[in-house]
């Protein structure tokens, strides 16, 4: 049976199901990942987490930051992270559908382009190709800065 797949804007009341995703997404346990932190993105100006859904259960999510810019005419740009989809929903259609609907947000939002990162070692980039997004252009690059351990 085909799901029937729903998306949204993730609000404060979804923060259980999408710590659990964002824990298959960096391997670690759901009770390991910060509730604060999720409310933060939340609140942040511009920014939303959009989930796909089959019976109001949370399957797949991504982060969309629409950010302001001072070139091409001030218009914004996104920026899409932290694309998760929980391992047994892979391959159904819940990740394309909440890419669509960040998508479609980025351009009702006027940006002008949409950008996002992946990993070298993962099959996503193909899954990306296929929705339009492309590397000829631009080469992502990164700085990353190793977390402070408490002491």
Known sequence: MEPHIATRK?????????LE?????????????????????????GTQIIGAFDNHQLHAMVTLHVLPNVTQAGRPYALLE??????????????????HHAIETAWAEECYKIMLLT??????KGFYEKLGFDADQKWGMQLRRVPVRAT
């Open 10 to 18: 993730l609000h404060s009341g979804d923060h259980n199901a999408a």
């Open 21 to 45: 995703l964002y824990a298959v997404l960096l391997g670690a346990e759901p009770a390991s990942m910060d509730l604060s932190a999720f409310d933060r993105v939340l609140r942040h100006p």
């Open 82 to 99: 932290n694309v998760a989809t929980h391992p047994y929903f892979r391959k159904q259609g819940f990740a394309r559908a909440a890419m």
């Open 119 to 124: 990993g070298r070692n993962t099959e996503a």
